[in-house]
């Protein structure tokens, strides 16, 4: 590993990060702790103003008929029971548009990482399925459809926040990944699933469904960030607010019985190895959090990855920290002010370790 802070090394494996069991509860702040701080610019200290939800898809009523917690409505409870902790509105929306962008320069450029590029572009009598699961906006399915547009693109998600100008060989339907697939054996030639951390009680029964549902010889791919802020020359201190948000989020999917980091708990690549998918590959990123690296490339996915928090940090952590944890808006509003001014110092040179595993279903057996 270098010397040097500022220069992360994309796409190799990282030195083993922290063991879950070290961010414990024992460290996490009381809620009281940010409200008796001060804090410098108190321009952060107000949250911006609730957005609705809206989708122009023709569902029924009752589809549409959000929960609303703390101002910012979530997924209706009337088509699951899903516990999904991001809020479905505008606001959050838009961040997670940014975060698209974010991990499409983390590729450079391209979509995914399964070896798929000579497969996908081939022109048959029968066009390739591809299926998004948890495809949020839509935005990944839709630049994939655009991308190939012999693929047939399915994306799935409990939230109808779709557009529906889309291209035609695009569809999204609503659909729940943690109950069991509808779709037959063998439906699909590529499974593209992202930031699921968080909502996903067994891996290793999503992994299944995916093998299942996955053809012969085609491709499943998994990408998550972990939810731990981490810097490799100590400027991010215990007890700092960049240091809180990871400890939080861990204890907080221990009692949610959903967890956070399946990064830093390898989840992910197990759930791959128990499904019986060969050839696994893992893939590593240093994602830096602000603008602090020296590194023009880098530079630009920390701005962006900062973009995508700060665009609406409230969206990220208000169910988590207020539905999970019990605590009040007020003290989530000055939590995130003090969390605000840290992001936002270059002196801080934090980053979130980003993974993908990809798959492939044997041929036979």
């Not at 109950?179 to 037959?184: I, S």
Request: aromatic share 10%.
């Amino acid at each position: 590993m270098s010397s040097d802070p500022t220069q992360i090394s994309p796409g190799k494996p990282s030195s083993p990060a922290p063991a879950t069991e070290q961010l414990s509860s024992s460290h996490i702040l009381p809620a009281e702790h940010w409200t008796t701080r001060a804090i410098d610019d108190d321009r952060d200290s107000s949250l911006g103003d609730s957005d609705t939800a809206s989708s122009t898809a023709s569902l029924s009523a009752s589809i549409l008929e959000y929960r609303t917690l703390h101002g910012r409505t979530y997924h209706s409870d009337k088509i699951t029971d899903a516990q999904y902790w991001t809020p479905n509105d505008e606001r959050q929306m838009e961040a997670s548009d940014i975060i698209h962008h974010c991990l499409t320069l983390v590729h450079d450029g391209k979509l995914f990482k399964a070896p798929l590029k000579d497969d996908i572009q081939v022109v048959t009598d029968s066009s390739k399925t591809v299926l998004d699961v948890g495809t949020g906006t839509g935005i990944w399915a839709i630049d994939f459809a655009d991308q190939y547009p012999h693929a047939l693109v399915t994306g799935t998600d409990i939230s109808p926040i779709q557009p529906t100008w889309v291209p035609p060989n695009c569809k999204f339907e609503m659909d729940d990944a943690t109950l069991e697939w509808t779709y037959a054996d063998g439906h699909f030639d590529y499974i593209h699933m992202r930031y699921l951390f968080g909502s996903i009680a067994d891996w290793p029964a999503l992994l299944r469904r995916a093998y299942r549902c996955c053809k012969p010889g085609g491709w499943v791919e998994s990408f998550e960030a972990s939810c731990v802020f981490r810097s490799d020359d100590g400027s991010l201190v215990e007890g700092s607010p960049m240091d809180q948000w990871g400890r939080v989020f861990v204890e907080a999917g221990k009692r949610f019985g959903r967890p956070f980091d399946v990064v830093g708990e390898g989840l992910v690549q197990d759930a791959f190895r128990k499904a019986g998918f060969e050839e696994i590959t893992e893939w590593e990123f240093k994602c830096p959090i602000g603008g602090w690296p020296k590194n023009e490339k880098l530079k630009e996915i920390g701005l962006y990855a900062l973009a995508g928090i700060d665009q609406d940090i409230e969206g990220w952590i208000l169910f988590v920290w207020a539905q999970v944890m019990g605590w009040s808006k007020e003290q989530v509003a000055v939590y995130i002010a003090h969390l605000r001014k840290q992001l936002r110092d270059t002196n801080v040179h934090g980053y979130a370790l980003m993974r993908c595993v990809y798959g492939r279903k044997p041929e036979k057996g």
